[in-house]
């Protein structure tokens, strides 16, 4: 690639743009807050839904398409929701531009006003409750599992590539239940579908929990969280699961009959994670030389680079790198045979380490006389060299192996990274060093709200039990000293 990097110790937020700009990730779009995902980004984000969508169908969902239009007066029917997302929308008030007859130029046409203004979604739980009305009539209709692939628009005044943007791509999941259980039930499976695949395929570890009444999803009655550490002690929320009781059931007159014969509200939920996973995946992986990628997701897993002199004749050379590849291809490996005789073999090295290969092999003329190939992992960047009849079964081997080694070595950094704190004086000095801080919160908004102005931290979440994070009991408030029943988990958050 030829650029270098600014590096995580120089300028943490800088590294971070500019890797997601020189791998090719990403790049600004001419739309003020929005991005263009670019093919070998597109190709990461394509892994993700592949994973998920095989996930979510095992788990009996359905995917579906609603439009990106809402009408404004469908907000107003749930209070908390509109509330929550009145000053993220985008709103659409005419449907016809002119030639302005004096300048010529292009104007909105002022006859043009929509009768009733439209709002791009910023999420589609009013559309969709709309529409289950429609096709929820009694228990047999139930539970109603849907899930949308989609772009959605929430106005940002600051953003950042993949973390923040105004326009994003996500799924989000919206069902219809008979009963309380049911719907409960739902909310808490999907965060586990989602703490799996983050664990299991983009190998970061998460804390599950739930939120704060104050930092719940508008609209609904309990919001479930995965929270994960970034490598500059920040928290980020990787997805979220919302438990919607009967708040938009309520607004849209859902109603089914039930096995007793009698009219009954039906109980909700909604779910989802976008391409904010993507800037999850530079932060937590990656490092000075460029992104480090999970075998999981890679676009390519493993680079095959022949390292070819001009004035030989590399025939042979090419045709074993070849038969190579297409061994590896056959044990279902994702391969790039990298021939490409502009570019010099120290350009291609650097070129691949920048986008994260997992693998990549060499092979130079006397490799071939030896019957031998250089194998360097991305991981840990070390390299050695193998016979040829090694390489497959090592290769497949390594797949495994970088995999759960970038989960274990982002967990043991996160591990490090939770302090416990008892007063005030350790809550600050523990925030200043980054990382989680797991202390005692009296259980009031106030309080949550003056630690957040105090410190800028947030309560990440109330974590749920089995997951060490809940051994100490009641004890007293780190800041207001009042009686607390329990930790709960406080970072700064982008």
């Not at 890797?19 to 394509?46: D, F, H, N, Q, T």
């Not at 996160?414 to 925030?431: C, E, M």
């Amino acid at each position: 690639m030829g650029q270098s990097l600014t590096t995580r110790g120089e300028d943490y937020a800088q590294w971070y743009n500019d890797l997601v700009l020189k791998s090719g990730l990403a790049e600004y779009a001419a739309v003020r807050g929005c991005m263009v995902i670019k093919p070998y980004g597109y190709a990461i984000w394509e892994g993700m839904k592949e994973v998920l969508d095989r996930r979510f169908k095992e788990t009996g969902h359905v995917n579906a398409a609603f439009p990106l239009l809402i009408p404004k007066s469908f907000f107003s029917k749930e209070a908390a929701h509109v509330e929550g997302f009145a000053k993220e929308c985008a709103v659409v008030t005419h449907y016809r531009l002119k030639n302005d007859a004096e300048t010529g130029e292009i104007i909105v046409d002022p006859e043009a006003r929509l009768e009733e203004e439209l709002i791009i979604r910023p999420t589609s739980e009013t559309l969709m409750w709309n529409a289950y009305k429609g096709w929820i009539q009694s228990y047999r209709d139930l539970p109603l599992l849907i899930n949308q692939w989609a772009n959605v628009m929430r106005w940002e005044m600051r953003t950042r590539l993949f973390l923040r943007t105004s326009e994003f791509y996500w799924q989000e999941g919206h069902t219809a239940h008979a009963t309380e259980a049911e719907a409960v039930e739902e909310a808490r499976k999907m965060l586990e579908v989602y703490a799996e695949f983050m664990e299991g395929t983009l190998a970061i570890p998460v804390i599950k929990g739930i939120k704060t009444e104050t930092e719940r999803f508008a609209g609904a009655v309990d919001t479930y969280t995965v929270e994960a550490l970034m490598q500059d002690g920040r928290a980020l929320q990787m997805g979220t699961s919302h438990f919607l009781g009967q708040n938009f059931a309520k607004a849209f007159d859902v109603t089914f009959l039930n096995k007793e014969g009698e009219r009954d509200l039906v109980w909700g939920t909604s779910w989802g994670v976008s391409t904010r996973m993507m800037g999850a995946l530079v932060m937590v992986h990656s490092d000075d030389e460029g992104l480090v990628i999970p075998p999981a997701l890679a676009p390519v897993q493993v680079v095959l680079v022949p390292i070819a002199r001009a004035k030989d004749d590399n025939s042979d050379l090419l045709k074993a790198v070849e038969e190579m590849a297409a061994t590896l291809r056959k044990r279902g490996l994702r391969v790039k045979v990298d021939d490409d005789d502009t570019k010099r073999p120290g350009w291609k090295f650097a070129e691949h380490e920048l986008r994260g290969v997992p693998v990549r092999l060499a092979m130079g003329g006397r490799d071939l006389e030896n019957g031998t190939m250089e194998l360097a992992r991305r991981d840990e960047r070390s390299k050695d060299t193998f016979p040829l009849s090694e390489i497959p079964d090592r290769v497949v081997a390594l797949m495994g192996e970088i995999q759960q080694n970038l989960l274990d070595r982002a967990r043991r950094y996160r591990d490090g990274q939770i302090v416990r704190a008892d007063n005030f004086d350790q809550f600050q000095a523990a925030l200043e060093l980054g990382g989680f801080v797991f202390a005692h919160w009296d259980g009031s908004a106030e309080t949550e709200a003056l630690i957040k102005e105090k410190t800028k931290a947030t309560i990440r979440c109330i974590p749920l039990d089995g997951q060490g994070l809940d051994a100490d009991g009641a004890g007293a408030c780190v800041l207001s000293g009042k009686p607390s029943a329990r930790r709960v988990l406080f970072a700064r958050a982008y």
